[in-house]
């Protein structure tokens, strides 16, 4: 079965840098797009990054310039590079994909202090 499993996140300063990781499994990794989802506390899950197939990478407008969408066909792997963290991007950071539908990890906690 698909399965999609984040490491990586923690707590940082404002500033400060983290680089989140999504291992997947069940499926035909280099065939699919990969992304990230992340949800603040109260808020509505928003999307921070997508990579297509071809490698093609769109932001959210609050993440461009900062954040770097990657992935690694052969390790199965998607990565968000994350520098010049600010407090507002706090929250649980998913990984996503969709086959027929979507999939998401488990989510990983990002707690940036000012």
């Known amino acids: 079965q698909v399965q999609l499993v984040e490491s990586g996140g923690g707590l940082v300063q404002a500033g400060g840098s983290l680089r989140l990781s999504c291992q997947t499994s069940?499926?035909?990794?280099?065939?699919?797009?990969v992304g990230w989802y992340r949800q603040a506390p109260g808020k509505q899950r928003e999307l921070v990054a997508t990579?297509?197939?071809?490698?093609?990478?769109t932001y959210a407008d609050s993440v461009k310039g900062r954040f770097t969408i990657s992935r690694d066909n052969a390790k199965k792997t998607g990565y968000l590079q994350m520098n010049s963290l600010k407090p507002e991007d706090t929250g649980v950071y998913y990984c996503?994909?969709?086959?027929?539908?979507?999939?998401w990890g488990q989510g990983t906690q990002v707690t940036v202090s000012s």
């Open positions: 996503w994909t969709f086959i027929r539908q979507e999939f």
């Open positions: 990579i297509t197939s071809s490698g093609t990478a």
């Open positions: 069940g499926y035909v990794f280099n065939m699919n797009a």
